[in-house]
């Protein structure tokens, strides 16, 4: 028994395309799919339903921790646990306690952003099955390629390969499953 | 347009691939890894005999140290500022740009954090600054500027690596898809962290690289103001002002602007990449220029008048500053970085290679005259007269500033030689778009 492919993925040449066909494989009824591209395309991104609001939610989040840990650090050391007085100062000085405040939020919310993306993405992943695809490499170029993942309910290997080659596209693949 | 898209990525991705870059970059870097020689010696020497081979006394304690520390840190915030402000306004320049002005941010970066770290003395307990629970007891004090330094150098190495590396992972790919090496692959390949260009990837590494560029903006403001704290809090009278951050922060970008300029003028003509980085561009970046030295002597005028309306010593100070022993420097300092950057008002000068070389140089020389003016004139006359003394730098500081010209070159020069300089996904795109619209 030969293996479930992974996908079957078309081969585009300009965004517009692409985004025709995804649009009409939405209407097809599909909901497991991908598309590539050299670039980002909003529009796409959009009629594929990603929303990216959890990026500013981690960021402001992680900035809120930096900040009160740093904080709440600074307060605790210099206040409680090895008390200075510096020319009769108070102990909680705050306005000398803002600064490192400020910075050390903006770098756990700056971290914590990127870090996360990576985490959002699954990256590193150095292997993945789009890569045995002869001819995916250009989709860091100057090709667009839409992958109907083999998990779709709909997925029917000759049908879903009969559907792609609708769109119009340059070229038509399988995408063998890996392992 | 897929033409087009191919013609960017073979111009950009092939200068990194290319197996032969010819002799100027071999001798440039010949030339960098030397001054990178001399810096190790000096460190080591400094390591080993101490910070007495270098010529700072009471009251000069930072001398060299701190001048050469503001200079590189001005020069970081102002490359990063420029670059989130490209990325944030979404403007066309920035597919030129501002991937090199992360570079010179973060190349900046490292060579400033060595000298707060060497001038500690005893180096190797640099990790004294952090709060860990050490067995004195003791915990750092933290109404000290010093340590507000701290966390704002790493933090501005941390976030502008980041932000550089996670830009750079797109094209990174790229590099991988086109290397004809094995080795390259493998490479680039592991950088590039298996991206595959997924549309839904890009979604959210655009949303993620704005929020980081948003977030570059008021850490660079803090950390030039913290740099000026360090001044601001003592007693000294010259310095003891509450201009100094705004007078760090707007000579800093300046001074930042001109390094951007200097590398796109230079890149434009040595790598031949005058199509994407174009006249218009270059223009655009010599009238920013431009604007932030009218900024610059804007606030030497303040400076002035802010002397002027102060009680007696902090005004003796400031015009010892400008008339005393250092009054060359100061003076040197209106030439280089406000006086010469007016060529720039011309058309031909915004548009010409040795123009841009002239004045990028000009405004970093200047700039550096300013912080040796307000570091070393400004300590001149303090309250006690019998610590009024010069100060000159020895030899082991002079190769030590020397040594990290060298390392910031050679990181630039491996920069260029390695990686994409330009966006190559950015300018993909802007070039779809001409093409659609």
Same mark, same amino acid.
């Given at each position: 028994m030969t293996q479930a492919p992974y996908g079957v993925m078309a081969e585009f040449k300009t965004p517009d395309a692409l985004l025709a066909a995804v649009r009409s494989a939405k209407r097809a009824g599909y909901t497991r799919f991908d598309a590539y591209s050299p670039f980002p395309l909003p529009d796409l991104a959009e009629e594929l339903g990603v929303r990216t609001t959890v990026i500013p939610w981690i960021a402001f989040v992680a900035g809120l921790i930096g900040a009160g840990l740093q904080y709440g650090a600074q307060y605790w050391m210099n206040a409680v646990d090895y008390p200075l007085n510096v020319g009769g100062?108070?102990? #909680?000085?705050w306005p000398a306690f803002i600064p490192a405040t400020l910075i050390v939020a903006i770098l756990w919310a700056g971290a914590a952003t990127l870090i996360g993306l990576l985490l959002i993405l699954r990256l590193p992943r150095l292997h993945h099955p789009v890569f045995a695809v002869h001819g995916f490499e250009r989709a860091s170029n100057d090709r667009f390629f839409l992958c109907i993942l083999g #998990?779709?309910?709909?997925?029917?290997d000759n049908e879903t390969r009969g559907f792609l080659e609708a769109q119009s596209p340059m070229i038509v693949r399988e995408v063998p499953a890996c392992g | 347009m897929s033409g087009r898209a191919q013609a960017v990525t073979s111009t950009v991705a092939d200068v990194a691939l290319s197996r032969r870059f010819g002799w100027v970059w071999w001798i440039a870097l010949l030339a960098s890894g030397a001054l990178v020689l001399l810096l190790g010696y000096t460190l080591i020497s400094v390591a080993i005999l101490?910070?007495?081979?270098?010529?700072?006394?009471?009251?000069?304690?930072?001398g060299f140290d701190l001048i050469n520390y503001a200079w590189w840190i001005g020069i970081a915030n102002g490359a990063s500022l420029f670059a989130a402000i490209l990325v944030l306004r979404r403007h066309g320049l920035r597919t030129a740009v501002n991937r090199f002005a992360e570079g010179v941010a973060f190349f900046a970066v490292i060579c400033a954090g060595i000298f707060p770290i060497v001038h500690l003395g005893r180096p190797w307990l640099f990790y004294w600054v952090f709060p860990y629970p050490a067995t004195f007891q003791v915990w750092p004090q933290f109404r000290s500027t010093l340590t507000w330094d701290f966390w704002a150098i790493s933090t501005h190495a941390i976030v502008t690596s980041l932000l550089w590396y996670v830009g750079l992972i797109p094209d990174l790919a790229t590099l991988r898809d086109r290397a004809r090496t094995r080795a390259a692959k493998r490479v680039y390949g592991v950088f590039a962290?298996?991206?595959?260009?997924s549309v839904r990837h890009w979604a959210y590494h655009q949303r993620a690289y704005r929020l980081v560029a948003i977030l570059v903006l008021p850490l660079i403001l803090i950390m030039q103001s913290t740099v000026a704290f360090e001044f601001a809090v003592t007693l000294v009278p010259d310095w003891h002002e509450t201009r100094q951050p705004l007078h760090f922060v707007a000579t800093g970008l300046a001074q930042g602007l001109s390094i951007v300029l200097l590398v796109a003028v230079l890149l434009r003509w040595g790598l031949r990449l005058g199509r994407y980085i174009d006249e218009e561009d270059v223009d655009l970046l010599g009238r920013l220029v431009l604007a932030s030295a009218l900024v610059s002597g804007y606030l030497y005028l303040d400076e002035i008048a802010s002397a002027l309306l102060a009680e007696r010593i902090p005004q003796e100070a400031t015009f010892n500053r400008i008339t005393g022993d250092y009054a060359g420097l100061y003076w040197m300092s209106i030439v280089y970085s406000i006086v010469i950057p007016q060529l720039l008002w011309l058309k031909a000068a915004r548009q010409s290679t040795v123009a841009g070389i002239f004045v990028g140089i000009s405004i970093g020389v200047g700039i550096w005259f300013d912080r040796f003016s307000i570091i070393i004139g400004g300590l001149q006359t303090d309250y006690l007269p019998s610590i009024w003394r010069t100060y000159a730098p020895t030899l082991p500081e002079t190769g030590l500033f020397l040594g990290t010209l060298g390392l910031f070159a050679a990181l630039l020069l491996l920069f260029v030689r390695?990686?994409?300089?330009?966006s190559m996904f950015e300018t993909r795109h802007d070039e779809h778009e001409e093409a659609s619209s």
């Open positions: 100062r108070p102990l #909680d000085s #998990d779709d309910p709909l997925f029917e | 101490g910070v007495g081979v270098w010529g700072v006394n009471i009251p000069f304690v930072w962290l298996g991206w595959r260009g390695f990686l994409p300089v330009v």
